[in-house]
């Protein structure tokens, strides 16, 4: 047990706010939390924040916003999660799938009927363990100067309510990814 674990079964709770000196309190102030760089994208900040304390200190983030997509000629939205970070020596105990899931029951009172992420192909089998799942199409999403680009990244999602499925077709962001 870490000298900041607390014996006490840790608890995700809602975030007032969550800025980069929250982030660099969990991953460090590296040029490359989340291992994207090489993506070269810009991200949008998130809006609704999620995280889990052991004592003083901040050890995990989820976080939230919603997204305007189309999926083949249908507008929707969906709840886009990102953000998402544990901090290195608490990684291995379950603390993502705790405020994954946190972030997951607030999803659930947004609207939108599913979640989605992007992620780093190695996640890919994590999120997947979490109930996740891959979609297979190209994936268009926002960029700075009007640009459209194709997601590098894998797009997973994940319904919010019973009895949803996702609807075949093409996918494309009206915003940033998150
Ligand atoms: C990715 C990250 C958030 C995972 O955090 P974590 O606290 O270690 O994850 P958890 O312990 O909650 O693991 C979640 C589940 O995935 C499972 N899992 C972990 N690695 C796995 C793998 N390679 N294959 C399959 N399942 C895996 C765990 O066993 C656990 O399932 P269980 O609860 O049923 O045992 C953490 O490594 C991190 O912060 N990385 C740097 C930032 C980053 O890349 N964030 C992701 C942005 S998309």
């Known amino acids: 047990m870490s000298e900041n674990q607390s014996s006490a079964a840790p608890i995700a709770i809602r975030l007032p706010n969550y800025t980069r000196a929250e982030q660099d309190e969990i991953l460090g102030d590296g040029d490359d939390p989340f291992g994207v760089a090489a993506a070269g994208l810009t991200w949008l900040p998130k809006e609704e924040h999620f995280g889990i304390k052991l004592g003083d200190r ?54 939108p009927q599913h979640a989605l992420l992007f992620c780093r192909p190695p996640l890919v089998p994590l999120y997947q363990r979490l109930g996740w799942h891959q979609l297979d199409q190209e994936v268009l999403v ?10 590098p990244l894998r797009t997973m999602v994940t319904p919010l309510r019973d009895n949803v499925t996702w609807p075949s077709g093409p996918l494309r962001l009206f915003s940033l990814p998150m």
């Open 142 to 151: 926002e960029q700075p100067e009007s640009r459209l680009v194709t997601m």
């Open 58 to 111: 901040l050890v995990a983030h989820a976080g939230l916003l919603r997204l305007p997509l189309a999926i083949g000629d249908k507008k929707t939205e969906v709840v886009g999660v990102g953000g998402v970070a544990v901090a290195p020596h608490e990684r291995g105990r379950g603390l993502a799938r705790l405020v994954i899931a946190a972030a997951l029951d607030h999803a659930r009172t947004m609207g």
